[in-house]
């Protein structure tokens, strides 16, 4: 007989059958954090993962593994939410804000070479976003990266189970960071991952996230308590389980969208590339006239939100960063979301095309 040092539960009935039937009694960073980060790193074609806190954590993770430090630059996005460039801030790194493109809304691959000449080609890492779940261009941000010996993260946290050219977002940068906060496509209640195919990559971030721990109390950094728990983890693994079906339904609800507008001169519908697989976190119309839009699905009962209202650039806490995006700023006041989510019925879903198609500013 062995007896523990402490009780693995927590001493609550139901919660310790609940947590003995998921984890097998270890709640934090047990085997099944191991086997969720193995079987993520699989779907997404991708040798490990590293499970994480959340998602600002996977970056903050991924950018320090990456040797991204104090002083250093990276090349990012003003149109997302304002984690990405957080992450960069935590490094001690300066993100530097590139403009979008018109279309997408995505990292503009003109936009991101002018920004970097303009710093004389002395940029350490390009991190794009796979906004709304549609991939960023990335053979053409590969393309500078390479050529400015810069990293290529991928800020996936909007994007699980997209593709790009046939391959699974997250496979296509140096490193990959995703979310799963309750609200993503697939979730772990809170939650984040690293992907990469650099085996020395992902031992410094996990040692990162484990308070720099390279053995049992032995401590080669200064790191964080960035881990993930195993109940967190059996869940992702049954939504992983799910993801497929999910983003179909999603994909399918946006289809009916995309119907609803093809004759709406005041609405446009978020773009669908051909040579992508686009898993619509969010379905995001562009309108001159959001107010009005916004009051009219609300009328009819149908919620809707605004990601995002404010460029990062623009916010108060990246005031010294400063500069200009206008296409981004243009963004900001002309997109709105409405429910694509997969919980909706087939009524609500009509109701909301229908909502979409008769509007009259």
């Given at each position: 007989?062995?007896?523990?040092?402490?009780?693995?539960?927590?001493?609550?009935?139901?919660?310790?059958?609940?947590?003995?039937?998921?984890?097998?009694?270890?709640?934090a960073?047990?085997?099944?954090?191991?086997?969720?980060?193995?079987?993520?790193?699989?779907?997404?074609?991708?040798?490990?993962?590293?499970?994480?806190?959340?998602g600002?954590?996977?970056?903050?993770?991924?950018?320090?593994?990456?040797?991204?430090?104090p002083?250093?630059?990276?090349?990012?996005?003003?149109?997302?939410?304002?984690?990405?460039?957080?992450?960069?801030?935590?490094?001690?790194?300066?993100?530097?804000?590139?403009?979008?493109?018109?279309?997408?809304?995505?990292?503009?691959?003109v936009?991101?070479?002018?920004?970097?000449?303009?710093?004389d080609?002395?940029?350490?890492?390009?991190?794009?976003?796979?906004?709304?779940?549609?991939?960023?261009?990335?053979?053409?941000?590969?393309?500078?990266?390479?050529?400015y010996?810069?990293?290529?993260?991928?800020?996936?946290?909007?994007?699980?189970?997209?593709?790009?050219?046939?391959?699974?977002?997250?496979?296509?940068?140096?490193?990959?960071?995703?979310?799963?906060?309750?609200?993503?496509?697939?979730?772990?209640?809170?939650?984040?991952?690293?992907?990469t195919?650099?085996?020395?990559?992902?031992?410094?971030?996990?040692?990162?996230?484990?308070?720099?721990?390279?053995?049992?109390?032995?401590?080669?950094?200064?790191?964080?308590?960035?881990?993930?728990?195993?109940?967190?983890?059996?869940l992702?693994?049954?939504?992983?389980?799910?993801?497929?079906?999910?983003?179909?339904?999603?994909?399918?609800?946006?289809?009916?969208?995309?119907?609803?507008?093809?004759?709406?001169?005041?609405?446009?519908?978020?773009?669908?590339?051909?040579?992508?697989?686009?898993?619509?976190?969010?379905?995001?119309?562009?309108?001159?006239h959001?107010?009005?839009?916004?009051?009219?699905?609300?009328?009819?009962?149908?919620?809707?939100?605004?990601?995002?209202?404010?460029?990062?650039?623009?916010?108060?806490?990246?005031?010294?960063v400063?500069?200009?995006?206008?296409?981004?700023?243009?963004?900001?006041?002309?997109?709105?979301?409405?429910?694509?989510?997969?919980?909706?019925?087939?009524?609500?879903?009509?109701?909301?095309?229908?909502?979409?198609?008769?509007?009259?500013?």
């Amino acid at each position: 007989m062995t007896v523990g040092m402490a009780d693995p539960l927590i001493g609550v009935p139901e919660l310790d059958s609940l947590i003995e039937t998921a984890v097998g009694g270890r709640i934090a960073d047990g085997p099944e954090v191991r086997t969720f980060e193995s079987e993520f790193a699989e779907h997404c074609a991708v040798d490990y993962g590293v499970a994480t806190s959340n998602g600002t954590t996977a970056l903050h993770a991924a950018l320090h593994g990456l040797g991204i430090g104090p002083g250093d630059r990276v090349v990012t996005t003003p149109f997302s939410f304002v984690a990405t460039a957080n992450a960069i801030r935590l490094c001690g790194a300066v993100p530097v804000f590139a403009d979008v493109d018109a279309a997408t809304l995505n990292l503009d691959p003109v936009s991101v070479r002018e920004t970097v000449r303009a710093h004389d080609g002395d940029v350490d890492a390009i991190l794009p976003v796979h906004l709304y779940g549609l991939p960023a261009p990335m053979d053409e941000l590969r393309a500078i990266a390479d050529e400015y010996d810069a990293a290529l993260v991928e800020d996936a946290a909007q994007a699980h189970g997209a593709t790009h050219e046939g391959r699974p977002v997250g496979s296509i940068g140096d490193a990959a960071c995703f979310s799963f906060y309750p609200t993503k496509n697939m979730t772990t209640g809170e939650g984040g991952m690293v992907l990469t195919d650099d085996e020395e990559l992902a031992d410094r971030i996990a040692r990162f996230i484990n308070h720099g721990r390279a053995g049992a109390y032995e401590h080669s950094e200064v790191g964080h308590n960035f881990r993930l728990t195993s109940l967190g983890a059996g869940l992702g693994r049954a939504q992983l389980d799910r993801l497929t079906t999910f983003v179909d339904v999603r994909r399918r609800n946006a289809a009916e969208y995309d119907e609803a507008l093809a004759d709406q001169p005041a609405v446009t519908a978020p773009p669908d590339p051909a040579n992508v697989r686009h898993v619509y976190h969010q379905y995001t119309v562009r309108t001159d006239h959001r107010e009005a839009l916004q009051a009219a699905l609300g009328d009819a009962g149908i919620d809707t939100g605004v990601y995002y209202p404010t460029p990062i650039h623009q916010q108060p806490a990246y005031a010294d960063v400063g500069g200009t995006a206008p296409v981004a700023e243009h963004a900001a006041d002309t997109v709105l979301s409405v429910p694509v989510h997969p919980s909706l019925t087939r009524g609500e879903v009509d109701a909301v095309a229908d909502a979409l198609a008769g509007f009259r500013p």
